[in-house]
């Protein structure tokens, strides 16, 4: 089955710094991966998706990813991390086959520091 | 812009009751999910309904579990007797293409709390 590995539940980066979350999938074929983040109190919010179009995706906010097949990730980058962004960072997998559910990754908690 | 909607935001129930989930999905949107986030763990898929059947569902969507789109708009999550480890955040999300690729919208959840 298709999974995805969040390494780093809780990430601190100051204000102004990059911020790097990473997510590894595990895929026997290409898959559509997205980013999906949470802000406290609310539901899921897509920030970019890879659909095996451009390999470098940019997203909502500022936010971009770069799908790297040999490396089997799709970690999440924004040059310069605004209060804003303290969140929880959700990376997601569809599976292989007709089915289109998506499976999660277990999150990363991004905390800003001023 | 458009936006799923869920009621209520927050659903307490004493162990054993049947609760029932309510989601407005967006108008026009074809495919629709059920999700759930136990405290502390991962978003887990429960379900998705399309054409006005189950899709797919997960091994957690058991005979407890029951969903149902009874007008045309509305998309509900019944829990037939709810357990302690019923209690989660409930999500619903819809799609309007039938791609794989296509984005899922979801909703704000309701939390459920079985005591």
């Known amino acids: 089955a298709q999974s995805v590995t969040q390494l780093g539940s809780h990430v601190s980066v100051s204000e102004g710094a990059l911020v790097l979350l990473r997510c590894n999938y595990s895929s026997s074929v290409p898959p559509y991966l997205f980013w999906y983040v949470q802000y406290p109190n609310q539901g899921l919010q897509l920030l970019l998706k890879y659909t095996s179009a451009a390999t470098l995706v940019k997203g909502i906010n500022g936010f971009e990813a770069e799908f790297k097949k040999s490396e089997t990730s799709f970690h999440l980058t924004k040059p310069s991390a605004h209060m804003s962004d303290a969140a929880e960072y959700f990376c997601?997998?569809?599976?292989?086959?007709?089915?289109?559910?998506?499976?999660f990754g277990s999150g990363t908690q991004l905390t800003v520091l001023p | 812009e458009p936006e799923v909607t869920q009621t209520p935001s927050h659903q307490v129930t004493q162990m054993g009751q049947e609760v029932i989930l309510r989601c407005v999905p967006i108008?026009?949107?074809?495919?629709f999910y059920w999700y759930r986030q136990i405290l502390g763990q991962k978003v887990e898929f429960l379900v998705s309904?399309?054409?006005?059947?189950?899709?797919?569902k997960s091994e957690i969507f058991d005979d407890q579990f029951s969903v149902e789109r009874p007008d045309g708009s509305n998309f509900t999550l019944k829990i037939r007797s709810t357990k302690l480890e019923d209690s989660a955040m409930y999500f619903c999300a819809s799609v309007a293409g039938t791609g794989k690729g296509d984005t899922q919208y979801f909703g704000p959840g309701t939390r459920l709390t079985v005591l």
């Open positions: 309904f399309y054409n006005n059947e189950i899709s797919e």
């Open positions: 997601a997998v569809t599976p292989s086959g007709s089915a289109r559910q998506l499976t």
């Open positions: 108008s026009n949107h074809l495919y």
